[in-house]
């Protein structure tokens, strides 16, 4: 899991299906599970926390702020332009990167209707309820995404402003930089020492660090 307090403070958690292959028990897009789910929650106020969406009827619990993940794999929230980013590992195709204003609650990311841009259960699903991701690949590319994210260094300005992500299995690095709702100027950097890549990290000057499984930051 990654936790993560956002510009105002609230708690960020994002959840897995937590189930078998496929999300056979529709976790994901069940309003009433915690599962597949991100969630915002108050943790100053409440007992123990206040969710940050009202309750009203005929919507998700109100600790849901966005449905439909899969297995979200490291959120960022870019403080400069309040957008969320989401990168979600897929099943057996396609992996993705999901990219809202943090601002829009319950949006919903699609699992498992679809996995990355195309269909999953049903190929006449209907999209126009469904956030499309802003940028995918093929397991031809990678198997596991690791979500990092968006520079706001100083050491490399050709970096500024470009979410940063990689694959375990790859370890290739790429980036993207996203205006207007795309995600535009797509670069991979070939980094041969990035074996494995978890995580990422981000320090107090803005400046980032990957981490591999066997030990090393970089």
């Known amino acids: 899991a990654h936790l993560l307090f956002d510009p105002d403070g609230m708690l960020l958690i994002p959840t897995g299906d937590g189930g078998p292959a496929g999300d056979p028990q529709k976790r994901a897009q069940n309003p009433e599970s915690l599962l597949g789910k991100l969630l915002r929650?108050?943790?100053?106020?409440?007992?123990?926390?206040?969710?940050?969406r009202s309750a009203r009827a005929g919507t998700p619990r109100p600790e849901i702020w966005a449905t439909g993940l899969r297995n979200p794999w490291r959120i960022w929230v870019d403080p400069p332009t309040r957008l969320l980013y989401i990168a979600d590992v897929g099943q057996n195709a396609w992996e993705e990167i999901d990219v809202m204003p943090l601002d829009r609650e319950l949006v919903n990311y699609g699992w498992n209707l679809m996995?990355?841009?195309?269909?999953?259960?049903?190929?006449?699903?209907?999209?126009?309820?469904?956030?499309?991701?802003?940028?995918?690949?093929?397991?031809?590319?990678g198997c596991?995404?690791?979500?990092?994210?968006?520079?706001r260094g100083s050491r490399v300005p050709a970096l500024a402003g470009r979410y940063l992500f990689t694959?375990?299995?790859?370890?290739w690095?790429?980036?993207f930089r996203y205006e207007n709702g795309r995600a535009l100027e797509k670069r991979e950097y070939r980094v041969d020492k990035l074996s494995s890549p978890t995580s990422f990290g981000v320090d107090s000057e803005g400046e980032v660090y990957v981490l591999s499984h066997g030990g090393n930051i970089f």
């Open 167 to 171: 694959d375990y299995c790859t370890g």
């Open 173 to 175: 690095l790429r980036s």
């Open 41 to 52: 929650l108050d943790v100053d106020h409440g007992g123990p926390y206040r969710a940050v």
């Open 144 to 151: 596991s995404i690791t979500g990092g994210s968006v520079y």
């Open 115 to 141: 996995e990355g841009d195309p269909s999953y259960r049903d190929d006449d699903c209907r999209r126009d309820s469904l956030a499309l991701p802003a940028a995918e690949y093929p397991h031809a590319e």
